[in-house]
């Protein structure tokens, strides 16, 4: 019987540019699987501009009818698409996607507009589900990542990539954090894989970009805070997964690469304000806004006081409270 899973993806307004690439090594890896309708794909579709208005309303017009073009892919598709106003950040996303699927599938895995899916994925996970599904129902999983920041990350980069220099700002070698990887890139580095390298990864470590989760562990009660009302929701989840079940299993396919182009050139186009930022990655033209830097500093904050019974949480009124 085939594993059933959802994947799901926030698809921000200015990510038109940039939705398409994931979309079509997502594809890929549902005509691998053969069998699409054990597959819910999950998009949701923000038009909202309170955080990042666009240059103009017909240029938003465009970005939104090229998403929803984009994402009209043959097999199970559901897609939301958020009216204005309704501010939802990926925090939120992720915490009602877990909800909401952990009912219906078997395995919930993270996507991102800035990812791109091996095409082995669901036909790994698979396997993996049957064999641990008794053993370990309650179990994370996650597949070799790009290069990283920093040592701390080695466990859980793709086994190509661990040992490559970290060289701040190159964006030429394959291996860069800065480098924008295509599809193909990524298909010759897994076609070679001839047998895998499962690990267990112990403590955990990951990030958001394709975290594989049993829905066994939603079932049991971990999820994203509220508290964690915009970015840091990986963190944050990692830090309840410990608190309610423990040092749960985290697999590692250690040699299939799943790519992360963070610092991907088209990753935010044509937001007002930032015409002038050409220059700059895309969390560089994130922290040229105060609202940026507030959010993302007090959900830290709330993220490291989860357990703190006397503090009190930071919210999105306390960022407009304090911008100047």
Not at 9 to 28: A, G, K, M, R, T
Not at 135 to 159: A, N, R, V
Not at 262 to 281: A, M, P, Q, S, T
């Amino acid at each position: 019987m085939k594993t059933k899973f959802a994947i799901g993806c926030l698809v921000q307004w200015y990510e038109c540019d940039i939705i398409e690439e994931y979309v079509n090594s997502l594809s890929d890896a549902i005509e691998a699987y053969g069998d699409a309708m054990c597959i819910h794909v999950d998009f949701t579709i923000i038009t909202d501009e309170t955080l990042e208005e666009c240059i103009s309303k017909e240029q938003h017009d465009k970005c939104i009818k090229k998403i929803e073009k984009i994402c009209d892919i043959d097999n199970a598709l559901m897609i939301y698409t958020k009216k204005e106003s309704d501010l939802v950040t990926i925090a939120d996303y992720r915490r009602n996607f877990n909800l909401y699927y952990c009912e219906y599938v078997d395995v919930l895995m993270w996507g991102e507009s800035d990812s791109l899916i091996p095409k082995q994925t669901f036909n790994i996970l698979h396997n993996l589900h049957g064999q641990v599904k008794d053993k370990t129902p309650k179990y994370l999983g996650f597949f070799g990542t790009c290069k990283m920041w920093d040592d701390t990350w080695k466990c859980i980069e793709h086994t190509d990539f661990t040992d490559k220099p970290f060289i701040d700002g190159d964006t030429e070698n394959w291996w860069s954090l800065r480098y924008d990887m295509n599809k193909q890139e990524m298909n010759k580095i897994n076609e070679k894989v001839e047998e895998l390298d499962v690990r267990v990864v112990s403590p955990h470590k990951f990030n958001g970009c394709g975290l594989v989760i049993s829905s066994e562990v939603i079932k049991a009660g971990v999820n994203i805070p509220k508290s964690v009302f915009f970015v840091h929701e990986d963190s944050a989840f990692m830090m309840m997964t410990n608190k309610v079940l423990g040092n749960i299993p985290q697999y590692l396919i250690k040699n299939i690469l799943l790519v992360h182009n963070r610092k991907h050139k088209n990753k935010r186009n044509y937001i007002k304000g930032e015409e002038h930022l050409d220059g700059k990655d895309p969390g560089g033209k994130r922290r040229e806004h105060q609202w940026y830097n507030l959010a993302n500093k007090m959900c830290e904050q709330n993220y490291h006081n989860l357990f703190n019974p006397n503090y009190k949480s930071y919210t999105w009124n306390d960022v407009w409270k304090n911008i100047k």
